[in-house]
């Protein structure tokens, strides 16, 4: 397990919509684009392994921002098809906040991070003391119908509750703006309070735009 005096202070960083990762969950990624096959190669020379990932904002007159938060995944998982695309598997580390970007040599967006205020993330795995899985899960169940949805439904009664949270944050058809609220969010609780309120809406009508 890895210390916060272990995270370095320059990551690349990888600026996809909608991908979202959590501390302790695993994200699969597909990756073609030469810049970004770059910068796996470049990754797997380095000892922590690790790429941000962060979400995009579109700013005025179109101009590309990034997101003050993102996260941190360490290279766990990585393959190569015969055409020259990897099929990797990022496991969350560490969420951090972008201070600078770098101007420097490789295609792809390196930038100083912070981790301060982060430091749960390095610890054990989250509880929820006031989760009620039976209600949450006849919520989800509303929700799943009305999207036309399915999964097997043992798997997730039988979760842990941070696995379960952070999946279905990670895998619902939300909007960045929404998966940035939830990786933003403080604790597992808040989290999945968040979660909530975000089905809710949906349920009500107010998310048929806001979903995906």
């Known amino acids: 397990m890895m210390k916060q005096g272990d995270l370095p202070d320059t990551i690349p960083l990888f600026p996809l919509p909608g991908a979202l990762l959590l501390p302790r969950a695993r994200l699969p990624l597909h ?4 810049r970004y096959l770059q910068m796996i190669e470049d990754c797997m020379k380095t000892k922590t392994r690790l790429i ?8 005025p007159e179109g101009q590309s921002h990034l997101n ?33 970007q770098i101007e420097g040599f490789t295609p792809y967006i390196r930038a100083e991070v912070s981790w301060d205020g ?4 390095l610890g054990p795995v989250e509880h929820d003391k006031g989760f009620s899985r039976d209600q ?26 941070e696995l ?25 609780t808040t989290r999945r309070e968040t ?18």
Not at 118 to 121: H, M, Y
């Open 52 to 59: 941000g990932m962060i979400q995009p904002l579109k700013g």
């Open 118 to 121: 982060f430091e749960r993330d």
């Open 68 to 100: 003050a938060i993102g996260c941190a995944g360490r290279l766990t998982g990585f393959s190569e098809t015969e055409d020259g695309r990897y099929m990797i598997t990022l496991s969350g580390i560490s969420r951090f906040r972008l201070m600078r």
């Open 136 to 161: 949450f899960l006849d919520l989800l169940s509303k929700f799943f119908h009305a999207q036309g949805l399915d999964t097997d439904w043992e798997t997730l009664k039988d979760a842990d509750d």
């Open 164 to 188: 379960l949270i952070n999946s279905l944050g990670m895998l619902l058809p939300l909007e960045p703006e929404d998966k940035q609220a939830l990786l933003e969010a403080p604790c597992l």
């Open 31 to 34: 990756i073609f684009e030469p």
């Open 195 to 212: 979660l909530v309120t975000l089905i809710e809406y949906a349920l009500h009508g107010g998310g048929e735009e806001r979903l995906q």
